[in-house]
């Protein structure tokens, strides 16, 4: 089946440290993946995402590339802010009789301080 | 904002009773879906709608049920509430179901069984 895992938190950094936060997927197929984040009190949000093999998504300073031979979807991030501070999710959609289920990583809580 | 609009934030009732939570989807969007989050099981994939219909079904209780109207706006059924229901429920919108496309959440709505 499919499943997400992605690091245990929380990660905690000083402001301008380098995150990197580590995805691993098991699909049949090829899935499409996310990076969602959730600020405290709010839904998630899509931060980015790539939908085939070797792209790379990016968004706000964020980047994340897909990686077939790994499995891997790991999020960084060069510079963090104090405004990063969230909860990170990843997610992949399967695909074919799948379509449109996420299947999410049980989350990474980012705190930065100044 | 992500369009998506939920209701209500907060719900607090006894075991045993039933709610009914809403959710509108963003302009646009066939397709909804049902999330759960909760510590011990993370977010959790329910039901997914399109145009109607239900589409897909992940770890739904068969005392939980959903429907989408005509138009588009999807309520979410619990009944005989248990304690273990106390969770975060979030909606999500997309365009429709024919590709992998983003999933747009609303804040949620938090359920508190006493």
């Known amino acids: 089946g499919n499943s997400v895992t992605q690091m245990e938190g929380p990660v905690t950094l000083s402001e301008e440290a380098f995150l990197t936060i580590n995805c691993t997927y098991t699909?049949?197929?090829?899935?499409?993946l996310f990076w969602y984040v959730q600020y405290p009190g709010e839904g998630l949000q899509l931060l980015l995402k790539?939908?085939?093999?070797?792209d790379k998504g990016s968004n706000k300073g964020f980047e994340a590339t897909y990686r077939k031979e790994t499995t891997s979807f790991h999020l960084e991030k060069g510079s963090v802010q104090v405004s990063d501070s969230a909860v990170y999710f990843c997610a992949a959609d399967g695909g074919g009789s799948t379509l449109g289920r996420l299947y999410f990583g049980r989350g990474t809580q980012l705190t930065v301080w100044p | 904002d992500s369009g998506v609009t939920q209701t209500p934030k907060h719900l607090i009732t006894a075991t045993g009773q039933r709610v009914t939570l809403r959710c509108s989807p963003r302009s646009g969007d066939l397709s909804v879906y049902w999330y759960q989050q909760s510590l011990d099981q993370g977010l959790q994939f329910l039901i997914q709608y399109y145009n109607g219909e239900e589409r897909a079904k992940g770890n739904i209780l068969e005392r939980f049920s959903a429907q989408q109207f005509p138009d588009l706006h999807s309520e979410l059924n619990l009944s005989s509430l248990e304690l273990g229901d106390s969770a975060l429920y979030f909606c999500?919108?997309?365009?429709?179901?024919?590709?992998?496309?983003?999933?747009?959440f609303g804040d949620g709505t938090r359920l508190s069984i006493l």
């Open positions: 699909a049949t197929g090829y899935p499409s």
């Open positions: 999500a919108s997309s365009v429709g179901p024919e590709q992998v496309q983003p999933q747009h």
């Open positions: 790539a939908t085939k093999a070797d």
